[in-house]
């Protein structure tokens, strides 16, 4: 069957966005881990606590509506790469938080700010990438419409 | 342990996870006397802890006390009472308060709000004083009434020269009164501001006043566990004041104590003692917290280190001037107890082997598995300073099971006939222990 013109288009995916927001809020509180270490003040520390704990709540909304994709049939097949990316950053990053609960300096050094390093590094990769943890699917080219 | 072997990286964190929450806490005994042990500092993703739940009183129920001793609940139904005083005519004054609250300031703080609650460690405080009149001295007082009210989350008083002086949480405020007196209806003037600031953490501000009653010592705890709410709110914190009674003038006496929640001045010699409240989250065995004579200008380790010279890894920056300088307490309590009140014995009102030392009262505390604390000890003293194992006094508050918890105890003093009384802040209740005649 062939496809009418003007129905070319792809529905776009939903979570990408989610998972682009979540991840510039976990690669913020490196930079706020950054600071308390050059700095001791501790309101930084905070900052870093509040960007992850905000990272992690934007990656289960993420999550759902990764789900949504797929119940709508927008998702095409998983990327394994980019899933991996951003499952491990945040997977690391919920152990982060936990390391970020601790009291004053230790919050941060030296587990905290490495655990933060290590997250960018694979957010960059995933966000350069594109956010995408499955490939679009086209529609109007099957049975779909 | 096999399967730990073949874990990757990630699977080791959530076993070390799973491992933090179940290190158990070691024989308490090890922890009491001049030199506890201390294990080495750990830091954990979720800190060890065991939250009982607040179940109160039931009619007839009380903690126990030992043969010989019989425990009467002097008054019940009281709004988170704290501090109990005992007037020289025999009223006993009960301080009902609760902390006036902080702004979550990190996820975390919602977390331990939880817990708080669950403890029975947030119910409101009455902000108020209550009179207990026991003028036959048979422990069933003949009234009960609210000497003053309104106030700001009281703690410590003292009553010298007709004046009472309450220690609410931003300032020491004074009453005209005079022991008889049920009703105080003028408002107090204010003596002296306390730190309380906009973070206002350890609000508890304790009181004595020196054995001549020309100055009032206050103790005022750290705004923080360990500094975490940043090193520039700590300063006049963790701290004990000398008050000039009459000027309101005031200095700091001593420093480094963490939360100095009690004081007590020694019979006899007039020194002046502090039960203290050491930092948590480094372990189910650190820090003990301590009963300790206190120096005029000593230094006592928060927050830079703990018993003397073990520095805590967690200030930064650190002072290796100050950790040099820190003072080892006397005697520890061992962790984790939450020591909240402090009084000598008036030589053998309840038995010969209470003759001479000091009665502690042990609110306890959710950051230790098992549980410590949660009992009124006493710490016998040889040489007029704490000395050897010390005797449960007031047992049981926590059921057997561990998982609930009647009643914690908080301010102990003796009454004129040398009986000893006990705050209980979540049974609400007021307790007064006797000896007791023809085994009643």
């Given at each position: 069957m062939?496809?009418p013109?003007?129905?070319?288009?792809?529905?776009?995916?939903?979570?990408?966005?989610?998972?682009?927001?979540?991840?510039?809020l976990?690669?913020?509180?490196?930079?706020?881990?950054?600071?308390?270490t050059?700095?001791?003040?501790s309101?930084?520390?905070?900052?870093?606590v509040?960007?992850?704990?905000?990272?992690?709540?934007?990656?289960l909304?993420?999550?759902?509506?990764?789900?949504?994709?797929?119940?709508?049939?927008?998702?095409?097949?998983i990327?394994?790469?980019?899933?991996?990316?951003?499952?491990?950053?945040?997977f690391?990053?919920?152990?982060?938080?936990?390391v970020?609960?601790?009291?004053?300096?230790?919050?941060?050094?030296?587990?905290?700010i490495?655990?933060?390093?290590?997250?960018?590094?694979?957010?960059?990769?995933?966000?350069?990438?594109?956010?995408c943890?499955?490939?679009?699917k086209?529609?109007?080219?099957?049975?779909?419409? | 342990?096999?399967?730990?072997?073949?874990?990757?990286?990630?699977?080791?964190?959530?076993?070390?996870?799973?491992?933090?929450?179940s290190?158990k806490?070691?024989?308490?005994?090890?922890?009491?006397?001049?030199?506890?042990?201390?294990?080495?500092?750990?830091?954990?993703?979720?800190?060890?802890?065991?939250v009982p739940?607040?179940?109160?009183?039931?009619?007839?129920?009380?903690?126990?006390?030992?043969?010989?001793?019989?425990?009467?609940?002097?008054?019940t139904?009281l709004?988170?009472?704290?501090?109990?005083y005992?007037l020289?005519?025999?009223?006993?004054?009960?301080?009902?308060?609760?902390?006036?609250?902080?702004?979550?300031?990190?996820?975390?703080?919602?977390?331990?709000?939880k817990?708080?609650?669950?403890?029975g460690?947030?119910?409101?405080?009455?902000?108020?004083?209550?009179?207990?009149?026991?003028?036959?001295?048979?422990?069933?007082?003949?009234?009960?009434?609210?000497?003053?009210?309104?106030?700001?989350?009281?703690?410590?008083?003292a009553?010298?020269?007709?004046?009472?002086?309450?220690?609410?949480?931003?300032?020491?405020?004074a009453?005209?009164?005079?022991?008889?007196?049920?009703e105080?209806?003028?408002?107090?003037?204010?003596?002296a501001?306390?730190?309380?600031?906009?973070?206002?953490?350890?609000?508890?501000?304790?009181?004595?006043?020196s054995?001549?009653?020309?100055?009032?010592?206050?103790?005022?705890?750290?705004?923080?566990?360990?500094?975490?709410?940043?090193?520039?709110i700590?300063?006049g914190?963790?701290?004990?004041?000398?008050v000039?009674?009459?000027t309101?003038?005031?200095?700091?006496?001593?420093?480094?104590?963490?939360?100095?929640?009690?004081?007590?001045?020694?019979?006899?010699?007039?020194?002046?003692?502090?039960?203290?409240?050491?930092?948590?989250?480094?372990?189910?065995?650190l820090?003990?917290?301590?009963?300790?004579?206190?120096?005029?200008?000593?230094?006592?380790?928060?927050?830079?280190?703990?018993?003397?010279?073990?520095?805590?890894?967690r200030?930064?920056?650190?002072?290796?001037a100050?950790?040099?300088?820190?003072?080892?307490?006397?005697?520890?309590l061992?962790?984790?107890?939450?020591a909240?009140?402090?009084?000598?014995?008036?030589?053998?009102?309840?038995?010969?082997?209470?003759?001479?030392?000091?009665?502690?009262?042990?609110?306890?505390?959710?950051?230790r598995d098992?549980?410590?604390g949660?009992?009124?000890?006493?710490?016998?003293?040889?040489?007029?300073?704490?000395?050897?194992?010390?005797?449960?006094?007031?047992?049981?508050?926590?059921?057997?099971?561990?998982?609930?918890?009647?009643?914690?105890?908080?301010?102990v003093?003796?009454?004129?006939?040398?009986?000893?009384?006990?705050?209980?802040?979540?049974?609400?209740?007021v307790?007064?222990?006797?000896?007791?005649?023809?085994?009643?």
């Amino acid at each position: 069957m062939a496809r009418p013109i003007g129905r070319s288009r792809t529905h776009a995916l939903l979570h990408p966005f989610f998972v682009g927001l979540g991840g510039a809020l976990l690669m913020a509180a490196l930079f706020t881990d950054y600071m308390y270490t050059s700095n001791s003040l501790s309101q930084w520390a905070n900052f870093s606590v509040w960007l992850i704990t905000g990272g992690l709540v934007l990656a289960l909304v993420a999550t759902i509506f990764l789900v949504i994709d797929v119940a709508l049939g927008r998702a095409g097949p998983i990327r394994w790469l980019d899933f991996g990316l951003i499952g491990v950053a945040a997977f690391l990053s919920l152990v982060n938080v936990f390391v970020h609960t601790r009291d004053a300096w230790t919050s941060v050094v030296p587990t905290g700010i490495t655990l933060s390093t290590i997250v960018t590094i694979l957010l960059l990769a995933a966000g350069l990438r594109g956010w995408c943890v499955t490939a679009i699917k086209s529609v109007g080219r099957g049975e779909s419409q | 342990m096999i399967g730990t072997r073949v874990q990757a990286a990630s699977g080791l964190m959530i076993f070390a996870l799973v491992a933090a929450c179940s290190d158990k806490g070691g024989d308490p005994s090890k922890q009491y006397g001049p030199n506890p042990d201390l294990p080495e500092a750990h830091q954990y993703l979720v800190p060890p802890m065991s939250v009982p739940q607040a179940v109160g009183w039931k009619t007839g129920e009380t903690p126990t006390v030992p043969a010989g001793m019989r425990i009467q609940a002097m008054a019940t139904g009281l709004m988170h009472p704290r501090i109990v005083y005992p007037l020289p005519n025999g009223d006993i004054l009960v301080v009902e308060a609760n902390g006036p609250g902080t702004k979550p300031f990190r996820p975390k703080d919602y977390i331990s709000g939880k817990v708080k609650a669950r403890a029975g460690a947030s119910d409101k405080g009455g902000n108020r004083i209550t009179l207990l009149r026991d003028a036959d001295g048979d422990g069933v007082p003949e009234m009960k009434t609210v000497l003053v009210d309104h106030l700001h989350s009281p703690y410590g008083v003292a009553w010298v020269a007709d004046t009472l002086y309450v220690a609410n949480t931003d300032a020491i405020v004074a009453f005209p009164f005079t022991p008889g007196q049920t009703e105080i209806t003028v408002p107090g003037t204010k003596l002296a501001d306390l730190p309380a600031g906009p973070i206002n953490h350890h609000w508890t501000k304790s009181m004595v006043a020196s054995p001549d009653g020309s100055k009032l010592y206050v103790g005022v705890g750290s705004n923080s566990n360990i500094t975490e709410n940043g090193i520039d709110i700590e300063e006049g914190r963790a701290a004990i004041y000398e008050v000039d009674r009459l000027t309101g003038a005031k200095r700091l006496y001593a420093t480094g104590t963490r939360n100095p929640t009690n004081l007590a001045i020694q019979p006899g010699t007039g020194q002046l003692f502090a039960v203290v409240n050491e930092r948590d989250e480094i372990g189910p065995d650190l820090v003990p917290d301590y009963l300790t004579s206190i120096k005029d200008g000593g230094f006592y380790g928060w927050p830079y280190s703990y018993w003397g010279q073990h520095e805590d890894v967690r200030v930064h920056p650190q002072d290796p001037a100050m950790v040099a300088k820190a003072i080892k307490p006397d005697y520890g309590l061992s962790s984790h107890v939450a020591a909240l009140g402090v009084v000598f014995s008036q030589g053998e009102t309840l038995s010969p082997e209470f003759a001479n030392g000091a009665f502690v009262g042990e609110h306890g505390s959710w950051n230790r598995d098992p549980l410590n604390g949660y009992q009124v000890i006493f710490v016998p003293f040889a040489n007029e300073r704490p000395s050897g194992m010390p005797i449960p006094v007031l047992t049981d508050f926590l059921a057997p099971d561990k998982k609930t918890v009647h009643g914690r105890p908080v301010g102990v003093a003796l009454d004129r006939t040398g009986a000893l009384v006990v705050a209980d802040d979540v049974g609400n209740a007021v307790w007064r222990v006797s000896r007791s005649v023809d085994g009643k």
